[in-house]
């Protein structure tokens, strides 16, 4: 199951780690302390005028991009699949830092529903949505369709893995290809109220969380390029239904 319990206290703070680990052709792994966001699509944060260039949520910066609002945009997807729902939805998500998001990964849990959206990002500007229905452990499998990274091809298939609780937010992906593992990358950390003095500690502590998750990237990108694994050319991404 997806939910573990009862749902955080939201807005919250979602402080723990990232890890990235690549297996073939070539071994690279890393991992860094971050933070996300998680909040309520019914109620997302406005803050305070001196902590707003801190943490902005934008329409258009998630799914079509049309609004008026993150959850009309979400409602509009799923009805273009054939689902009519209206409950609560909890996002998980990189705010915008003083102009500036990136959001490899968003995860958007679709309460009471067997349903959850994982929107990908990549670099070039693009995104993609999976609708997904995890199994009884919070596990889904769904075929790669989109070009994330210039060292991996569109092939293969992801499996995610969703853990939503008071204590624990944990985001799992692999891609595999055949019975191996190509690529793995996790977020796992523990949420707390976003009151004013954690939004303050929270950017204090670990500044420029987008910026710095874009930075991270390219250097890293810069590494493997480094180490001669071949670039990939990227594909045209075509408009996604439900999201025109």
């Not at 990549?122 to 210039?150: I, Q």
């Not at 930075?215 to 493997?224: C, S």
Request: glycine share 8%.
């Amino acid at each position: 199951m997806t939910v573990v319990g009862e749902v955080p206290t939201l807005p919250a703070i979602v402080t723990g780690f990232v890890r990235h680990g690549r297996s073939i052709p070539i071994r690279h792994a890393f991992r860094y302390r971050v933070y996300q966001w998680l909040v309520d699509l019914d109620d997302v944060p406005q803050l305070p005028w001196y902590l707003r260039p801190l943490a902005r949520f934008g329409v258009r910066d998630h799914l079509g991009g049309h609004g008026p609002t993150i959850k009309a945009d979400l409602l509009r997807y799923l009805a273009s699949h054939g689902i009519d729902y209206g409950g609560r939805v909890v996002m998980l998500a990189n705010a915008r830092v003083l102009g500036h998001v990136f959001d490899p990964l968003t995860v958007f849990w679709c309460l009471d529903s067997p349903y959850v959206v994982a929107e990908v990002h990549n670099t070039y500007g693009e995104r993609h949505v999976y609708l997904l229905r995890p199994d009884a452990d919070g596990t889904a499998v769904t075929a790669k369709e989109f070009y994330v990274s210039p060292f991996n091809d569109v092939s293969g298939d992801y499996r995610l893995r969703f853990e939503l609780g008071r204590d624990r937010v944990r985001v799992q992906v692999s891609l595999l290809r055949g019975d191996r593992t190509a690529f793995g990358a996790s977020f796992d950390g523990v949420p707390r109220p976003a009151t004013r003095r954690a939004v303050l500690a929270a950017a204090l502590r670990m500044p420029l969380m987008p910026q710095r998750v874009s930075a991270l990237i390219r250097l890293h990108g810069l590494a493997l390029l480094a180490g001669r694994l071949p670039v990939i050319k990227r594909p045209a991404h075509p408009l996604q239904k439900g999201l025109r």
